[in-house]
């Protein structure tokens, strides 16, 4: 067992590991240098009687996962790899809003989603309607790839294991998509309610698709007393979209704020963290309360670009499991990507998130 993972209570070590990674056993020294990690946090086993009998029916709730193998040292830096997750949730929230590996196998089981992405090994993103010229004008310099290959390289690279591939984008206006718009009070501008935008874009999945992720230039609201979303997804239907998210009402400044006008870093920071995101909730991965992680839930535009792009412990063990990939060749490839795309697009963002898979890459190689 990897250094991170002992323990004097080896039994209660091994329960924790358990409920929140799955079984290790089959997991190379990478696998236990990230998730060894996790295995730190504090689980506490809430009973169904009142004398805190074994029952059968108990569950687990992980209530702390700071400990000081989160941050490491090496080549004279001190670096973080993953950052407890600060909440004011009670016990009773988090039993009931955390997912743990565990519970994130059961629903994958249930729903057989496990058969069928062993048959259906590709993600399709499919981009909705017209785009402004400067989107579907638009070639890295560096790669000669347009927006949406970009888009797909970035996919390949977070889901390694998987194939992705742009359709040709979807007229909704002809083909009479049924979905509900409205033009908000403050904004002013149209927006698409998203759950009618991704439960007709189910219909346009290929046979051998496990998922779709729509990609729309008019920003989407989730419901009529909510004001603005980025994406939603839907695990049940393995369809999900996202928009460029133009006009968020809580930032919006009347004569102010304006529409997007180019390619820029800000944009692609955007669109990659909100992909990543959605699609992950479509292999299963619900919110995330363990870590400062890609999977938080976010309550403003800000929020949300504030969010790390990579995946903690916790997750990313879900995410393995079902698609299958070393973890040390998927944080090349991403850094292989980020590396490509701050070159042509410097910012804080690409910056920091290259450091941080260097670092990690180089803690793996200790």
């Known amino acids: 067992m990897h250094r991170l993972c002992k323990s004097k209570n080896g039994k209660r070590h091994s329960k924790k590991c358990q409920s929140l990674l799955g079984n290790l056993k089959q997991i190379d020294a990478a696998g236990w240098s990230v998730y060894g990690i996790a295995c730190n946090c504090s689980l506490n086993t809430t009973y169904s009687s009142s004398d805190h009998q074994p029952t059968g029916n108990e569950s687990e709730v992980v209530t702390n996962c700071g400990h000081p193998n989160t941050e490491i040292v090496f080549s004279g830096r001190r670096q973080k790899t993953f950052v407890p997750l600060e909440h004011k949730k009670s016990e009773y929230q988090l039993k009931i809003e955390q997912q743990t590996y565990r519970q994130w196998k059961a629903v994958m089981e249930l729903g057989f989603r496990f058969l069928k992405i062993k048959f259906k090994r590709k993600v399709y993103i499919q981009p909705l309607d017209d785009f402004p010229n400067f989107i579907k004008d638009f070639v890295f310099k560096s790669s000669t790839t347009n927006f949406f ?33 409205r033009f908000h009070n403050i904004t002013g501008k149209k927006q698409l309610l998203v759950t009618d935008v991704y439960k007709q874009l189910r219909k346009y999945t290929p046979r051998d698709g496990y998922c779709i992720l729509g990609i729309i230039w008019t920003d989407l609201y989730p419901r009529e007393d909510l004001n603005f979303v980025l994406g939603e997804a839907s695990q049940g239907d393995c369809s999900g979209v996202m928009s460029f998210g133009r006009f968020e009402p809580k930032s919006y400044q009347e004569g102010i704020s304006a529409d997007i006008e180019k390619v820029d870093a800000a944009l692609l920071w955007k669109m990659i963290k909100v992909m990543s995101h959605e699609t992950c909730h479509m292999f299963g991965l619900a919110h995330c309360l363990f870590y400062e992680c890609a999977m938080n839930e976010s309550k403003s535009v800000k929020e949300a670009l504030s969010q790390p792009l990579f995946l903690c412990p916790v997750c990313l063990r879900k995410l393995q499991r079902v698609v299958g990939f070393s973890i040390q060749e998927r944080y090349k490839k991403l850094l292989d990507y980020l590396e490509m795309l701050g070159s042509e697009f410097p910012s804080v963002e690409f910056e920091d998130s290259v450091q941080w898979l260097k670092s990690m890459l180089e803690y793996l190689d200790m």
Not at 160 to 178: A, C, F
């Open 149 to 181: 290959q970009m888009l797909k390289a970035f996919m390949e690279s977070f889901f390694l294991g998987m194939e992705v591939q742009v359709l040709p984008p979807v007229d909704t206006v002809r083909d009479k998509w049924q979905t509900r718009s």
